[in-house]
């Protein structure tokens, strides 16, 4: 071989030689906002879900690029799919890519383009599910592919958990898993799942969050009862007299407050945007709340607020239909998110002693147990912030609870991280369509999405 041509095989060998060659992802992003159109017009509104029709897309992707994925079937047309793409040393724990591919329901009347439409406009693909989640559970897939087309040496195996039924439960989703096939779910050395965007104002970055914990979760129905009449002759202690004094007492509860390890890292992160005597405060927040000043200013923020006591909202109320009765019955229902820290039945106690009337029925109609908060002081943590670094250098990233309760919890309260952490930079106006109208994506996110969740997959799960 003359040496000429010696020198072009080895250059061309280079990259297989010093590991993967940089996957095309032009082609690859293209195709993603394609398969993201698909995926958005199947309608998988829960309820009733019928996600089975969505894994089953999915599963055909896989595979036409030879990963190998398997539908598991959950019953009433549900099911989840599992995908994995094997290291040499699957001992180091997974990276696990979670979403679900349910979405909750929308009324076309009120959108620009109809919700399962996945029609692709000016930049934009529009759907249900477009940012919840479909739109990063479809990038996991897509950057999967890319690794595997780039026959990308892994270490840790790289697995994707698509489940049903987040949004009403997660019977027939991840607590199926869980139980069903525990095999599955096993040796996980992290979770990335939802929530946890880049903020976009005036198409700047101002903060990337990661989302490392969520609040439990409360809701409690508040009965009062007494006696029914005209409305012309008014009882002191009609049932919506009664009522009302419990709630105005709830609503002048000052929940104590508490910094936890979570919200002591989320205000001192906060502080690089910050000078002089705030920031100071902010990098030392329990030291800061001693200052009435700024403890009524971080209380006056409902983000910042929330981060440090338990929160309540009276959000439904309901009495008499008709204007001169007296109704037997009043009721309420509030919306209390709790502090990892904290337990419900403590909190119930607490909310009796403030409502004060022992013939006020309180009612459990929802629970979620307050969880632990994953650490951040991990390898895939370090990798998220690595890869938001490269493609918005100098972000700021913090780390707040999630704003909902999310499938993560499953992995939190199992002592398995789980981070939110959605790879996409997205205006104030467009998060705010999740479980919303016009629901939408850029088609700019979802091909640099993919780009930054193959290069988390390289660095925290590649060979060395
Ligand atoms: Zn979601």
């Known amino acids: 071989m003359r040496l000429r041509n010696l020198l072009l095989v080895v250059f061309l060998a280079l990259p297989f030689l010093l590991g993967a060659a940089r996957p095309d992802f032009n082609k690859i992003g293209d195709e993603s906002v394609e398969n993201l159109s698909k995926y958005l017009q ?26 190998p994925a398997t539908v598991l079937d959950s019953g009433k047309n549900r099911g989840n799919l599992y995908a994995i793409l094997k290291g040499s040393n699957p001992a180091k724990g997974s990276l696990m890519l979670l979403s679900h591919s349910d979405v909750v329901p929308a009324d076309a009347k009120y959108w620009k383009y109809p919700p399962f439409s ?64 525990p095999d599955l779910m096993k040796n996980i050395a992290g979770v990335v799942n939802e929530e946890g965007p880049g903020h976009l104002e005036k198409g700047k970055l101002t903060f990337w969050e990661v989302r490392p914990g969520q609040k439990g979760l409360v809701w409690l129905k508040l009965v009062a009862k007494g006696t029914p009449g005209h409305g012309s002759l008014p009882y002191a202690n009609s049932a919506p007299n009664r009522l009302i004094r419990a709630l105005y007492r709830i609503q002048g509860w000052e929940t104590p407050i508490q910094v936890l390890p979570e919200a002591k890292r989320f205000f001192a992160q906060l502080a690089r945007n ?162 919303g109208n016009d629901e939408r994506i850029s088609t700019a996110n979802v091909k640099k999405g993919v780009e930054m969740l193959y290069d988390l997959i390289v660095d925290f799960a590649g060979k060395k």
């Open 42 to 67: 199947i309608d998988t509104t829960n309820p009733p879900g019928n996600e089975m029709d969505a894994v089953k897309f999915l599963e055909a992707i896989c595979d036409r690029e030879g990963i």
């Open 118 to 181: 996945g029609k692709i406009v000016e930049g934009q693909i529009w759907g249900r599910g477009a940012l919840d989640m479909k739109g990063m559970g479809l990038v996991e897939l897509m950057a999967m592919v890319a690794a595997k087309r780039a026959n990308l040496p892994l270490e840790r195996d790289v697995v994707l958990l698509v489940v049903a039924d987040e949004e009403e439960g997660a019977d027939y989703g991840i607590k199926w898993m869980f139980s069903q096939r």
């Open 274 to 435: 910050e000078t002089g005597k705030r920031a100071e405060q902010l990098k030392d927040v329990e030291n800061g709340l001693k200052d009435p000043e700024f403890k009524a200013w971080l209380t006056s923020v409902r983000h910042y607020n929330a981060m440090i006591r338990n929160t309540i909202s009276i959000t439904q109320l309901e009495g008499s239909n008709k204007t001169n009765v007296i109704p037997p019955v009043a009721t309420a229902m509030i919306d209390c998110r709790l502090l990892p820290s904290e337990h419900v039945d403590h909190f119930i106690h607490e909310l009796k002693k403030v409502i004060n009337d022992p013939e006020i029925e309180i009612v459990n109609t929802d629970v979620y147990e307050p969880v632990p908060a994953s650490t951040v002081d991990t390898d895939l943590f370090r990798s998220i912030c690595g890869v938001i670094e490269k493609y918005y250098p100098g972000a700021l990233v913090v780390t707040p609870y999630s704003r909902a309760a999310n499938d993560s919890r499953y992995f939190q309260m199992r002592n398995i991280i789980a981070y939110g952490f959605f790879p996409f930079a997205v205006p104030e106006e467009e998060l705010a369509t999740m479980h």
